[in-house]
């Protein structure tokens, strides 16, 4: 989705790769039981979408905020590995989705982490 209206967090690769993983949970999302909606579904979702509205409401503050905001999106990103092994020993998702959402979210943290290390540096 390209719009010419523009933000600069848009630009940032961890905001991109952590919409894509909301995207990818919410997909999984679908076969979960209803009786999940408001418990394990519910929690996944919000935790997912969290990790890329907490970059996107960060990024216009100062650095020492934005580290902030980047801390909480790194708990959401291991929060959804707790809803990934959850998901996985209930039998909503496969083996392989799990893999695949481990993957993305050590991915996700490693960029934020890469992330948080520069505006550390740039305050020194």
Do not use: W
Not at 69 to 83: F, G, H, M, N, P
Request: hydrophobic share 35%; glycine share 4%.
């Amino acid at each position: 989705m390209k719009s010419k209206y523009h933000f600069n967090f848009e630009e940032l690769k961890v905001y991109q790769k952590a919409i894509e993983y909301g995207e990818l949970v919410h997909q999984q999302l679908n076969d979960f039981p209803k009786i999940e909606d408001y418990r394990l579904s519910s929690q996944f979702a919000r935790a997912a979408d969290s990790i890329a509205f907490n970059i996107a409401e960060g990024s216009g503050s100062s650095d020492a905020v934005f580290l902030n905001y980047l801390r909480i999106a790194r708990d959401s990103s291991k929060e959804c590995v707790a809803a990934t092994t959850k998901a996985y020993l209930r039998g909503y998702i496969s083996f392989e989705q799990s893999e695949s959402n481990r993957e993305v979210l050590v991915e996700i943290n490693k960029m934020l982490s890469a992330l948080m290390k520069h505006l550390k540096s740039k305050s020194k």
